[in-house]
């Protein structure tokens, strides 16, 4: 790959989400630009398990435009990710202060399972292949115990001996003094045989250590898949003929160039889903509408995250599973096991339980006529009439109807006492009810109410329960993009470039110096403005946010305050923080003080806005409603069948209101309109549904 080739990003860009089911891809050409705007081109194809790489080619090619053509490719993976959740992790070693090499294992206070004393988890890193050494620094940084050097040495020489690949350097207080870190990383570079080396204060400048050890564990154990798989990628998009650069999405909502990504690889975990954050965002803030809830329902799994003023949250707690914290800043997204390949079966108990267990891409569901044999929430919306048997796509063997339902009466009805169909209905609620629960994280959990935001759409499956989940929360409206089923790929086309830092000050706000302060947000600023510099595609603007992670004085958890810029006095930073923290708890506490723990910095370098309203082709669109009518059939609602309109969704006239029961369809998803709800178009060709309009 070369990094140097420059990119006419303005010509013809392509976003490419790589899903647990489906590679997805969207083409914005503005070469055929006319009075029309930009030509748009979408693909979506089987994702390549054995090799995502070949997914994503074979979603170039059916776009019927050469790579040659293509000025930038921007690609979502989850490379990384699926690596952290299937713990196949490079083989890593670690280095440490001597008597602290369990910090990783022993955790927080906390056990896999809340009730009981069950569960159990695997550290990154084994115990034998965590290696001490004799060094130490306070926590104000001063040295206490000098870097044993020769041990250092004996230590890397030890991990090499016993297969690992990459290395991580992960000190006491280096947060507050990185030395012995850099040090010790001088020397293992000299034996080490790769570039495989994390330093913990490197990746996240951070005080605790456990969170801090398991981070750069993560990013050293994942650093190898992820170069192996962007030189595969890379090689691939040669051989198509695209010999430049490309950029990969970043878990906050940024992108970085393929040429540096595996230096900061746990940066990438989130990737998929922080791309479907930042489309809704943009849509919607097109659309006037700055405060949503994201709703992105896949093959595998439901993502849902809050967008507040038209940015989304970005939070530095996230723990991917248990034990798993990976704190640098990614978006606050909440996942469930709820996806349309998630499988429905009545447990010992006998009560219906569905995921967190899916299908997959193989066999998948059983409409998909792959072998899968088991009831899945695919399966169920075909049974009532949700989905159209005739239209999915990339079906190997037709199944029928007939057969579908025979499958739910024998392996859920015949246990519940239900027929076939009554048990696809019981398998929907009970997919709501999770979702609606992950909604409820993100909203409530928070302190936000969920009917002062828009629901957001998208995902193969989103449009689907969207509307059933508003009414569900009591949220008013639901928004479904133009392309629900590719918006993670459109996520890849309108994100921004971005870098983001944390540094841990730990000083109570009554004793700072403010000018700490100052210094701190102004080098991360400028790193971050030097980073940009680097990229190969160079954006219109820079952007900065400034926030501080605060907490009372003794307290444990932390609350993310905005700062109105890097000059910040005392009395200030006191106000904003029990401000937010009113906010969230509705509670004042004005005789606690407050201690800064964190000062962060994103530094974003915003690109050139993209025209939404060709993403369905308007020379396609009809005068009249009864001319987009494709069809009329019978579904389920609320335990009775319903004569409903089956519309064409690229037809529909812009000035459309729709009356439900109504179902929309379209290439990459299916829109479901509930009885008493009314829909209507806006220029761009979002659909808005009122929940509640039409009664």
Known sequence: MNEKKGINSGSVVVGIDVGGTFT???LIDSREGSDMGPRVRVAKTPTTIENQAFGVVNAIRETGVPASEIGLIVHGTTTTTNAVLERQLART????????????????????????????????????????????????????TPLDEDGVRAAVKALLDQGCVSLVIHFLHAYANPAHEKRAAEIAAELWPNNYITTGHALLSEAREFERGVTAAVNASVQPILERYIARLSNELQGLGYARDFLVMNGNGGMISAAHVAREAAKTVMSGPASGVMAAAFTARRAGVDNLITYDMGGTSTDVALVRGARPAVSNEIEVEYAMPIHVPMVDVHTVGAGGGSIARVNDAGLLEVGPQSAGAKPGPICYGRGGMEPTISDANL???????????????????????????????????????????AVLQIANIKMAGAIRMV????????RDFALFAFGGAGPLHAAALARELG?????????????????????????DFVRTVNRPVASLDVALVKSVLEEQRAEGAALIAEETVQP???????????QFVGQTHLINVPLPGPEVDRDTLQALFEEAYFKRFKVRLPEIRANLVNLNTSVIGVRA?????????????????????????????????HDTPVYAREKLPLDAVIEGPAILEQLDTTTV???????????????????GAGR
């Open 24 to 26: 997805d891809l969207i």
């Open 93 to 144: 070693g670690m280095i440490t202060t001597a008597g602290f090499r369990d910090i990783i294992e022993l955790g927080r206070r906390t056990r896999p399972q809340a009730y009981g004393m069950t569960g159990t988890f695997t550290p990154v890193v084994p115990r034998n292949l965590r290696l001490e050494v004799d060094e130490r620094m306070d926590a104000a940084g001063n040295v206490i």
């Open 383 to 425: 049974l009532l009439g949700r989905l159209n048997s005739k239209k999915l796509l990339s079906v190997d063997n037709p199944v029928s109807v007939s057969d579908v339902e025979a499958i739910f009466a024998d392996r859920l009805g015949s246990r519940l006492g239900l027929s076939g169909v009554e048990a696809a209905g």
């Open 443 to 450: 909203s409530l959990g928070k302190g936000h109410d969920p």
């Open 475 to 499: 949220i008013p409206r639901v928004m479904v993009p133009a392309r629900p089923g590719i918006t993670n790929a459109l996520g890849c086309v309108v994100a921004d470039l971005r870098h």
């Open 540 to 550: 219109e603007r820079i952007e900065l946010v400034h926030t501080a992670d605060m």
């Open 609 to 641: 806005d993209i025209d939404l309203a060709s993403l369905i082709d308007p020379a396609g669109r009809v005068a009249t409603l009864a001319k987009a009518l494709n069809e009329r059939r019978q579904v389920w609602f609320a335990g009775a069948w």
């Open 673 to 691: 309109i509930e009885p008493g709800d009314r829909a209507a178009s806006d220029a761009d060709g979002n659909i808005i549904i009122t929940v």
